[in-house]
């Protein structure tokens, strides 16, 4: 099992495999075509990745590129893998020499275990039905990684779809069986009890602000291979707004008709910050 690294600063445009051509189109941006920009223009980038998962290999990208180089096509080396992808956009050793050997240096001392699965069991009542992020999978329940490193993270859509117990609450494992630095095959489980309630306030009240921005992220850097842009912006600002409509309708005091929280701090505690937040995730590419 290994790590490669890969030291990259010009556009692949010769001849031979995984050639690419130049499709920077600056004119599609913000509209129903941006998401062809994130589109893998060849398989064969793709299929490199999944060889290298099959085979325990991760791969970090360094890119330092000049001009447009298609990161899209290209990362897929890295995110398919578990690796990460480092970008110094006009390289200059004064400005960013200490950052390329800190982020370097961090690669190669950070603790790593390779050819890892990961599989998500839920108790009756819930199931897991995707898994946004960093992955490979080749079936529909294991999640594939080359490599796992403390700052790998993955999110998993949990539907509920039946009658939860109060009393017996409900229940998620997670099994991650990896090769380690030393060769030993090993698992390690994840075991989460939650309470079920049948109170808003109390599922508001309990609600981690952090965990839904990561979900709602990362499914959205899904959607951008299929869903244009400015209809996921639009999603997610739909979803902090009805979020906080239900509150308002079930958990806080009576206010006008007009308003959709008449007070700070009508809103539960956890989710004070989740319109600012929704609004700068928006607003980010």
């Known amino acids: 099992k290994k790590k490669l690294f890969v030291f990259h600063s010009a556009f692949p445009s010769y001849e031979g495999p995984g050639k690419l051509k130049n499709r920077e189109d600056k004119k599609v941006l913000g509209t129903d075509k941006e998401k062809t920009q994130y ?27 000049n001009c447009y180089m298609d990161i899209a096509t290209i990362g897929t080396l890295s995110s398919t893998t578990g690796g990460r992808l480092y970008k110094y956009n006009y390289f200059r050793a004064v400005v960013d020499g200490d950052r390329f050997i800190q982020d370097l240096i961090y690669r190669l001392q950070e603790p790593i275990v390779f050819d890892a699965v990961l599989r998500v069991r839920c108790s009756p009542g819930i199931r897991a039905v995707d898994v946004f992020g960093n992955f490979f999978m080749n079936n529909t329940t294991d999640v594939q990684l080359a490599a796992v490193d403390s700052r790998t993270s993955v999110a998993v859509d949990i539907k509920h779809d039946d ?21 030993q095959r090993r698992v390690r489980v994840h075991n989460l009890a939650l309470s079920c309630t049948n109170q808003l306030a109390d599922l508001y009240r309990n ?79």
């Open 39 to 65: 589109a893998h223009q060849t398989p064969y980038y793709r299929k490199v990745a999944e060889e290298c998962v099959e085979a325990g290999v991760s791969v970090d990208l360094f890119l330092f590129p």
């Open 163 to 183: 009658k939860l117990n109060e009393k017996e609450g409900a229940h998620i494992q997670a099994a991650l069986l990896y090769t380690s630095l030393g060769g």
């Open 207 to 285: 609600a981690e602000i952090h965990a839904l921005l990561n979900f709602f992220a990362k499914k959205a850097v899904h959607l951008m291979l299929s869903t244009p842009y400015k209809t996921i912006r639009e999603r997610l600002t739909e979803q902090c707004a009805e979020m906080l409509a239900c509150y308002r309708k079930n958990c806080a005091a009576p206010s006008n008709a007009g308003q959709l929280i008449t007070r700070v701090h009508e809103v539960a505690a956890s989710l004070r910050q989740l319109s600012l937040e929704t609004r700068g995730s928006a607003r980010s590419r």
